[in-house]
Structures are given as structure tokens and as C-alpha cells.
């Protein structure tokens, strides 16, 4: 049936997304806050229809390029790279939609993934702000 392949294929790149992210958290070396927000930005993209042209990997990777930003944690080195199999200027445009659609994020229409981030079990990370420099031109 239709509806079960499109769950099939929903659950396939989550757990894509899942398996890189925490690939790319180990070679970025960030704390719970940078994991955190990395999954943030990543939950924000995951209900966009204009986000599906990225891969999970991708998506993955735009997450944790931008709590790197954010909280200042190093710069897309040769290690990430090396990890990613992506260059900065790879991830660049992913990370730009990605951030746009996180400010957007308090008065989106669908504002669940905000309110979930907002709480304390998730240190509100919603709150940090999203890097200004992270934007499409």
C-alpha cells in the first residue's frame, strides 16, 4: 500500500540521518548542548517538502555545521570533511535552508519541534540564536 511504503522510506531516512548525525558528533566533538542543537536544526528541516532534495547525510551534516557556528566549536576542517565526505561549500546551502527555516521556526505553522526544544528537558536550546551569517545571499 502506499501510505506504508511512504512510512517505509520516512523511517528509512530518519535512521539515516540518525546514524550520521551521531558520526558527525564524534568527529566535531561537541557536548550535549552542540547535540542538542544540531538535532534541533535538523527536526526543524524534517517536516519541509523543499528540504527532501538533501540527503539525510546532508541534513545530518547542515545540523552540525550549524551548532558549530553557534557555538563557536572549531570550523569545517579536514576532519569533518574526512567524516562527511563533504566540503564546507557542500553543506553551505543545506545549512542556509536549514537556518531560515529555524528562524521561522516561533511562528511556523507547525510549532511543535519549537515547543519541544523550548522546554527543560531539552535546556532550551530553541532559545540560542540561530548564526546570523548562515543565510541564503
Known amino acids: 500500500d502506499h ?3 511512504h512510512l517505509s522510506i520516512r523511517r ?10 551521531n558520526r558527525y558528533f564524534k568527529a566535531a566533538g561537541g557536548d550535549r548542548k ?8 535538523i527536526e526543524c528541516a524534517l517536516p519541509s517538502y523543499d528540504m ?3 540527503s539525510g547525510s546532508k541534513l545530518a ?3 552540525v555545521y550549524i551548532a558549530m557556528r553557534a557555538f563557536h566549536t572549531g570550523s569545517w ?3 569533518m570533511e574526512a567524516h562527511t ?28 519541534v519549537y515547543k ?10 530553541a532559545a540560542v540564536p540561530v548564526p546570523s551569517d548562515i543565510r541564503i545571499s
Not at 564546507?88 to 505553522?109: H, N, Y
Open 116 to 125: 519541544k526544544y523550548s522546554g527543560e528537558k531539552f535546556m532550551k536550546i
Open 85 to 112: 565526505r563533504l566540503s564546507e561549500a557542500d553543506v553551505f546551502q543545506c545549512a542556509c535552508d536549514m537556518a531560515e527555516l529555524m528562524r521561522k521556526a516561533p511562528t511556523a505553522s507547525l510549532t511543535a
Open 12 to 21: 528509512q531516512r530518519q535512521m539515516c540521518i540518525r546514524d550520521s548525525m
Open 61 to 63: 551534516a547542515a545540523g
Open 52 to 54: 527532501l532534495k538533501y
Open 77 to 79: 576542517n579536514h576532519v
Open 34 to 41: 552542540f547535540q542538542l542543537y544540531a538535532s534541533y536544526a
Open 3 to 5: 501510505r506504508d511504503l
